[in-house]
């Protein structure tokens, strides 16, 4: 029962909002979508939903095409960044609308209901409005009628953008085992990063209507396809420079030198940009030979866990960011050591030549 | 530049507050030191930001004074008050252009053109807002928009104290990434007291020098990142900072030793418990429990990939514990061993840390 | 977002437009006809092309009706949006007097039109009527049914009188959805209250005033029932508006033609001028 969109383009007016796109998504499993806002998410799971028509290409739902087929007619549930619920229904009600609607029998429904509640630890509120509830109570009644109906696809468009930082944290540790077990498709919109990491599953990147790089998220965190790809799945952003190779050397635009990491020593010389992540870059190293870098300190931020120093490289600002307590003075230098066995090498077309395996 | 007093508010949102829910802000006291960097942390509904508009004098306190440098200004107006705010949607005068906007609050004043031009154009090089002072403001994005915001409180060069009620809310992540630096930035340079309310705790241990930790409209504890991150003294700090929050897990006292499930830990308060609360428990952050040969039998449940580290989630018996564990460090495959750092692990009685 | 494309919606629009064709376009067809010939009666009808068209917009009648609609739609604009604007302002947003206001403000709309005009026929009659007796008790002259101005006056106060509400709900409409945070920031900017007004308010509150000019324009252009209840368009002809010529002209005359001829002139002048003000309105949005 898998999703597959083919060619699947988004035209309105002269504006491309989805440039052609294939996606194959499989059932039992959790999809990310991650990137900005308008970089396409929202418009791509409108057109996976059946809510709207692509200006071209098909859309095959379990071996038959379902493009131009509308909502109504496919089994799908939606769960929006804004909790929406019907104001004026209980939270049984709710829970219940879409079973009612469908024409179920009352018995069945109530085992249903029951038993979403149960798993949403809605129970003591079933008979409350939504209007009494609190932020996360309402989102969980949102995500439990989308959960009752038993649909074989399940989008949630940043259903925690409006919750509390520590709300969110919880939520994101229990949906992933609301829909273990199921055999539906379930499709996350994310703006974070992070999040998409935690989640696990596939993890499509999108960048300006693109989808760039789409498979396993550990995977593609690891082995970006292209710098775009690599800038759009890291939080804080990834540290880029220009660099020219040759033989055993890498050069900065600055002369300094590093010794070419083993991943790169296949690549022939040439001019690349070099990627690297800032938690990479770190006061200390426990390696014997770590490449240095030097730069004017602009910012420190300590969080009581880790450090986070901003210093100019060249003109422009590099990131880096680690465990501990380090504590730099504005506008001094610091001293910090690379992991250049991290870092990601992009060819003129940006595209990965070289990296972390 | 001013000293900020709140002695013994209480605010109540009803006319005639009679039980404890009533009350918005419970009774409290703060000092505020001029010049510093300040963060209100809490979950939706703890009160800061009603305790941001007592300050700003959007609000009139039900009970209590407010002192700006030992002077009275609880009835003062904000414009009286001289105080800057940036709301958590841009609020910007859409008819304007950029150089009008944040011209607008030293015109109000009367403050004659040329030096409205100097300080414009100074601020809006801070901002990096110089080359579209004479766009229309209605024309820019959110985190633009933010920044005009910005730019009006910090054009008044005689303003008390700057305050940030929840500013990166509409902010792309990458974007808030950037913003959020540019005003620790902004905060050394120019040195005015900064007053930040967030629910997240990463903006507010970033930016801040001292951090207010509230809950249900009170103050739990007042410190600086690193001591809210080493040594929190309520459950609820423990909890609600640090992603994940702190490991509690409850425990007796044996023989001037803590014991947990039947394992002895070593907690660096122990020797200090009396022996009379009811909930006893320990608390340890993931960041400081590791594996080891020897300590606690867990089974490994779920490990998480948080790009930099990983979160492993852990059980003995009945109880969940989380660790951290670096990027590439190879894991046991199902059967381990925790240890948890001496010096890091803290008994709780009723929730507060023994001392 | 974009909808999905339901053909069933045209099943359920079609009873409204059938209703619409039968009640509107078939009777503007058969005023486009009669203005297009010419009849002696006795459904004898000649082609009579332009003729009607020119006659009207020649003669001088029809110009002293227009003329006199113009400035009485301007004066009616030009106070009853800035009254509106400004009761609305002054109107509480939050609180328990928000429901008495408002309902007072719905009152005058909800009289019908007939009795809007009998209420102030009798109102301001100069003997026996309250504010007729009140105005020539401060020493001045006045009696609507014989001076042109005092009709004037008593036609503006009327309509103000009965539609300045409309504005005022709309205005406060627009006004309460404008979020608490401007107001607030503004009191942090120092702003003045005239600066609040000028830079907050009123640029959101652009669409609901222009809705409101709109509909005052075109019902004020299009005045009536009032009119001739009030004043039946005297003294003389000093208040007879173009919808009262137009009455005239086609039942008391059975001129059709130069009737047909003037209704379809009317129509297209109110087209106009709505079109050119909302345009002016909008123009910001084309950036």
Redesign the interface.
Known sequence: MSLELKNVTKR?GADVYIHETSLTLEPGTFNILLGTTLAGKTTLM?LMA????PSSGEIWFDGRNVTGI??QKRNVSMVYQQFINYPNFSVYDNIASPLRVAGMAQGDIDGRVEKAAELLRLKPMLKRRPNELSGGQQQRTAIARALVKDSDLILLDEPLANLDYKLREELRDELPKLFAGRNCIVVYATTEPVEALLFGGNTALLYEGRVTQFGPTSAIYRKPSDLVSASVFSDPPINTAKVIKRGEEIMLENQVTWRSPRIARAIPDGNYTIGIRPHHITPVTHARDASVIEGRVLVTELSGSESVVHFDMNGQTWVSQSHGIHPFEVGSTARLFVDVEQSFFFDGDNRLVGGAA | MAKITLQDIRHAYGPNPESDEDWALKKLSLDLADGGAYALLGPSGCGKTTLLNLI?G?LTPTEGRILFDNADVTQA???QRN???V???P?I????TVYDNLA??LR??GIGEKEVDARVREIGKMLELDHMLNKRASGLTADGKQKI?LG??LVRSDVNVIMFDEPLTVIDPHLKWVLRSKLKELHHRIRRTMIYVTHDQTEALTFAEKVVVMKDGQIVQIGTPIELFEKPKHTFVGHFIGSPGMNLLPCTVEGGRAVFAGNPVAAANAAAYKGNGKVLEIGVRPEFVSFGAQGIPVDIVKVADAGRYRIVETRHQDHSIKLLVAEGLVLPTRQAHLQFDPAHTQIYEDGWMVS | ??K?V?QKAWFFVLPVVLLVAFNAIIPLMTVVNFSVQETFGDNVFFWAGVQWFEQVLQSPRFHAALGRQLLFTAIILLIEIPLGLAIALTMPRKGPWVSVCLVLMALPLLIPWNVVGAMWNIFALPDIGFLGRLINGLGIEYNYTRQPFSAWFTMVLMDVWHWTSLVVLLCYAGLVSI?D??Y??A??????PW?VFR??QL??LKYVLTIAILLRFMDSFMIYTEAVVLTGGGPGNATTFLSIDLQKIALGQFDLGPAGAMSIIYFLIILFFSWLFYTLMMKDEAR
């Open positions: 309105v409108q059946g809510l709207d028509k509308p909502v | 700003s959007l107006s904000p414009e105080i800057a705010q709301f958590q949607f609020v005068y859409d008819t304007m607008f609050p109000n004043r915001s009006r409180g | 977002m974009n999905t339901n979020p945070a401007y607030q920031a009191k942090v900017d120092g702003a003045r600066a830079y907050i640029p959101k």
